[in-house]
């Protein structure tokens, strides 16, 4: 049975960081790319950022590009969002996911994801 567990939300002041942690069971998905989204209260589910099998190719959101970091062990089937310089608007209910096939953008794209971790902002 796959199972994506995330970890490491918060309350953070702006400003502050944030490590993510997303653990994958159930089989091994080092030949896959994994992404992070994010969804705030009444909005839809976005794309933060996605990274390859191989760990070699990232994409960013522009909204996170050059304060997001993500990162991945295949050793440990774990993926990592690095976030700084946090921002109020960064608050949202963060999920893992692997992605099936389709654009790294769209969370179609994406066939198994966690349960989500709260990520709260404050100014």
């Known amino acids: 049975q796959v199972q994506l567990v995330e970890s490491g939300g918060g309350l953070v002041q702006s400003g502050g960081s944030l490590r993510l942690s997303c653990a994958a069971s159930g089989r091994s998905f080092s030949n896959y790319a994994m992404g992070w989204f994010r969804q705030a209260p009444g909005k839809e589910r976005e794309f933060v950022a996605a990274i390859r099998g191989n760990g070699y190719s990232t994409y960013y959101a522009d909204s996170v590009k050059g304060r997001f970091t993500i990162s991945r062990d295949n050793a440990k089937n774990t993926v990592y969002l690095q976030m700084n310089s946090l921002k109020p608007e960064d608050t949202a209910v963060y999920y893992c996911?692997?992605?099936?096939?389709?654009?790294?953008?769209?969370?179609?794209?994406?066939?198994?994801w966690g349960q989500g971790t709260q990520v709260t902002v404050s100014s």
């Open positions: 996911a692997v992605r099936d096939s389709g654009s790294y953008y769209s969370p179609l794209s994406y066939n198994y």
